[in-house]
Nanobody
């Protein structure tokens, strides 16, 4: 089994910055993709950013010029640097990883609250 541990959430004023971290541990065979998702009350969980083991990134349009995803493959850890935060970024943020190849498995963190005040 794989466990994901998140850190870095909290409260910040609009225009501020926050850095989220996600560390994977357990029976990790290989990591395919790493990512961040978020869910606000009443909304579905949505993709924020992903990064592959090869370094290819993908961002939601709403965060593309403000957020940066990165990874440290040696430590099975990935990060989300969030700049110029807006109140609409307020949500529970979840880290996620997809392991394996053709027969992949997905693992999710427990979520961390990010609140941006106006």
């Amino acid at each position: 089994q794989v466990q994901l541990v998140e850190s870095g959430g909290g409260l910040v004023q609009a225009g501020g910055s926050l850095r989220l971290s996600c560390a994977a541990s357990g029976s990790i065979f290989s990591i395919n993709t790493m990512g961040w998702y978020r869910q606000a009350p009443g909304n579905q969980r949505e993709l924020v950013a992903t990064i592959t083991s090869g370094g290819s990134t993908n961002y939601a349009d709403s965060v593309k010029d403000r957020f940066t995803i990165s990874r440290d493959s040696a430590k099975s850890t990935w990060y989300l640097q969030m700049n110029s935060l807006k109140p609409e970024d307020t949500a529970v943020y979840y880290c996620k990883t997809r392991t394996g190849g053709t027969w992949y498995r997905d693992y999710w963190g427990q979520g961390t609250q990010v609140t941006v005040s106006s």
